[in-house]
């Protein structure tokens, strides 16, 4: 019986590691491929002299550039800020983005008193309004907290409220038949109902984040990578401003990947993402 056991599961250990690799993992591991050729493009042209250090730097350097900041510790306290700035703002943004939107999808009152406004201030650059919001709140951190929180309202506010508009007005009925509270509704019809675009929402808003927070952090600070970049510039530190753009692409990517992760756990129920899953 143990030899029979040992041999099914060597059988089984075998057969799993023949098996092909999947279609979603190889392309997962080709998603990374071009990447990785201009990284490579990159640093050999960089190498032989064909871009001048002072242009572009080889990502090498910019590596050394890295390991630098991080032995002294100056790279983790600017990254620290920059996050901790990020964070608070997109807090306080998509929870007012959400009630709002909540509002505005069930309430043609909601809609006439807050939309209009809302678009109006969304058309509005960033930039123009830096010069009010330094009238309003000055140069400390407030200001730059309440960029970021208005850079992240509209994307939730926006995909929320088409979220809530698609929900099927049966359902709604159905909930009134059975009796179900608004907090019941609200948790079973109206979350799974919009997610999907609230999630979008979501992953627009943390783009427009670091947007807000690099145009935050030119205003009078000390901290943050926003200022680390700016420092750089004066300097012509071009290793230095390399970095910052890879800090912020690094984490624009892990910041999708998770809202990534929150879709494959909340809407493993839609037929959609079910399907995008087995493949």
Known sequence: ???????????????????????????????????????ALWEVTARIGLIEPQVLPAPSRVLDTAITLARN??????????????????????????VLAVLVGFSPLAQALFDRSIQMIRAVPFLAMLPLVIVWFGVGEVAKIFLVAL????????????????????????????????RAVVRRIILPGAMPS????????LAHAWLALVIAETLATTKGIGFLAMDAREFLNTN????????????????????????????????????????
């Open 73 to 98: 510790g100056d790279l983790f306290v600017h990254l620290g800020v920059s996050l901790l700035r990020a964070a608070v703002g997109f807090v306080i943004g998509g929870t007012i983005a959400l």
């Open 198 to 205: 609230i999630l979008t929402g979501v992953r627009y808003a």
């Open 1 to 39: 019986m143990a030899d029979l056991t040992s041999s099914r599961n060597s059988y089984v250990t075998t057969h799993q590691a023949s098996a092909p690799v999947s279609r979603a993992r190889l392309y997962q591991w080709l998603s990374w491929v071009v990447p990785a050729a201009v990284l």
């Open 151 to 182: 850079a992240v309202l509209f994307p939730i506010y926006i995909n929320t409220v088409l979220g809530i508009r698609q929900i099927d007005p049966k359902l709604m009925e159905l909930a009134k038949v059975i009796g179900l509270n608004w």
């Open 240 to 279: 230095v401003i390399l970095l910052t753009i890879v800090i912020y692409a690094v984490i624009g990517v892990v910041a999708d990947a998770f809202v990534r992760a929150l879709e494959s756990r909340y809407l493993s129920w839609h037929a959609n993402f079910a399907k995008g899953d087995a493949k």
